[in-house]
Every structure is written in structure tokens, then in C-alpha cells.
T-cell receptor, first 112, second 116 residues
Framework: SQQGEEDPQALSIQEGENATMNCSYKTSINNLQWYRQNSGRGLVHLILIRSNEREKHSGRLRVTLDTSKKSSSLLITASRAADTASYFCATDRGSGYSTLTFGKGTMLLVSP | NAGVMQNPRHLVRRRGQEARLRCSPMKGHSHVYWYRQLPEEGLKFMVYLQKENIIDESGMPKERFSAEFPKEGPSILRIQQVVRGDSAAYFC??????????????FGEGSRLTVL
């Protein structure tokens, strides 16, 4: 199974509402990242949270990390149609050099 | 300030042909990663390279796939004798140092391979 697994798989909301996506992982990590992918495009880094941090903010984004539960959440406040995209969490494996492992993503649709 | 450049963006091959995908990392980046994305799926790690070295190829299929990052020029992902199951989007990412230390990966727009 995935190191990072997001839920829900798909989320449909109206503009102005908040969107919350969750990610669970299995092994210890150094940091957890969230990326965004617009349809047919590459991934764009949104935010990184380190294992010793519990919450981080960037503009309309809020990320939380609970290492005891091995889970993270991404909250997008006051969503806009332009936020429509797939959102992926990515984790490293916590030791040595590391590559990132991505989940399957949450597809967010924000309707005007 | 060019980002990660991948080409071709779209590639069509017939079964049995070879596919070569190229990736030029961001300026100043010496670490390159290749990922594969199947439709409606997340990204699957394939290989991690530094200049002239393969650091981690644990995600590469054992046959037909190879990757290199020469001293000069782009990184190349090569798929020999392509089959329909190789149809996917292949993404290259780069970082200035080990991702463990810097965190963020910078992605290209991907190369979409279609095998007929």
C-alpha cells in the first residue's frame, strides 16, 4: 500500500467553502509535503511540515501533522474555482538520503 | 529562470519501439528524480540520479528501462521495446541537494507516452 494515502479521493465544494484533505502514512518521516497538480500539468510544491512541527500556515493553506497518528491534513480556506486540482501528500522515509513517496491524491473540484 | 524542462511533451510509439525521454534540471540542481504516473493514480518513484551516478533505482522495472544523467547534457529515461502498459506520464523532478535536507522537489510538465 501507499506510504501516503489521501482521503477523500474526490471532493466537490462551492466557491467560498473550506476544503479539507487528509493523508495517512505508515513509517517514520522527517517531513511531509503537499503538492498540487492541475490537469495535464506537473506538480507544484505547496507546503512542507517537519516532523517536529504540528501546524503550519501559508496564505489560505493550513497543514497539520500528528506523528502519533501518522496523519496530516491540508485545509484550504475560502476556496476559489482556481483551486480545482489534484492534491498529493508526499513523505520521505525518515533516514539517510531519501526520495519522496506520493499518495494517489485527492481530486478537488471547486464550483463557482 | 527556466524550471525543469522535459521533452518531448508527448510521444507516440508503436509496440516494440524505443522511447527516450529527456530532462534538464533547474539551473544549479544536481539531483534528478524520475516518476511515472498512470491515469487516475499518484506518482510512482522510478529512479534517483546525480551526475554520472544512479543513487536509487529501486522503482525501475528490471527489464527494458534505464536511466542516465551524464556529466554534460540532460538526464535520459530510456524505455526499450515499449508495450502498451508503458503508456503513462513520466515526470522528472530536480533538487539542489538531497531531498532529505531541502525538502522540495521541482517538477517538469511531464512527458506523456502513448504506446499504440
Amino acid at each position: 500500500s501507499q506510504q501516503g494515502e489521501e482521503d477523500p479521493q474526490a471532493l466537490s465544494i462551492q466557491e467560498g467553502e473550506n476544503a479539507t484533505m487528509n493523508c495517512s502514512y505508515k513509517t517514520s518521516i522527517n517531513n511531509l509535503q503537499w503538492y498540487r497538480q492541475n490537469s495535464g500539468r506537473g506538480l507544484v510544491h505547496l507546503i512542507l511540515i517537519r516532523s517536529n512541527e504540528r501546524e503550519k500556515h501559508s496564505g489560505r493553506l493550513r497543514v497539520t501533522l500528528d506523528t502519533s497518528k501518522k496523519s496530516s491534513s491540508l485545509l484550504i480556506t475560502a476556496s476559489r474555482a482556481a483551486d480545482t486540482a489534484s492534491y498529493f501528500c508526499a513523505t520521505d522515509r525518515g533516514s539517510g538520503y531519501s526520495t519522496l513517496t506520493f499518495g494517489k491524491g485527492t481530486m478537488l473540484l471547486v464550483s463557482p | 529562470n527556466a524550471g525543469v524542462m522535459q521533452n518531448p511533451r508527448h510521444l507516440v510509439r508503436r509496440r516494440g519501439q524505443e522511447a527516450r525521454l529527456r530532462c534538464s534540471p533547474m539551473k544549479g540542481h544536481s539531483h534528478v528524480y524520475w516518476y511515472r504516473q498512470l491515469p487516475e493514480e499518484g506518482l510512482k518513484f522510478m529512479v534517483y540520479l546525480q551526475k554520472e551516478n544512479i543513487i536509487d533505482e529501486s522503482g525501475m522495472p528490471k527489464e527494458r528501462f534505464s536511466a542516465e544523467f551524464p556529466k554534460e547534457g540532460p538526464s535520459i529515461l530510456r524505455i526499450q521495446q515499449v508495450v502498451r502498459g508503458d503508456s503513462a506520464a513520466y515526470f522528472c523532478a530536480s533538487s539542489p541537494a538531497q531531498v532529505l535536507n531541502t525538502g522540495e522537489l521541482f517538477f517538469g510538465e511531464g512527458s506523456r507516452l502513448t504506446v499504440l
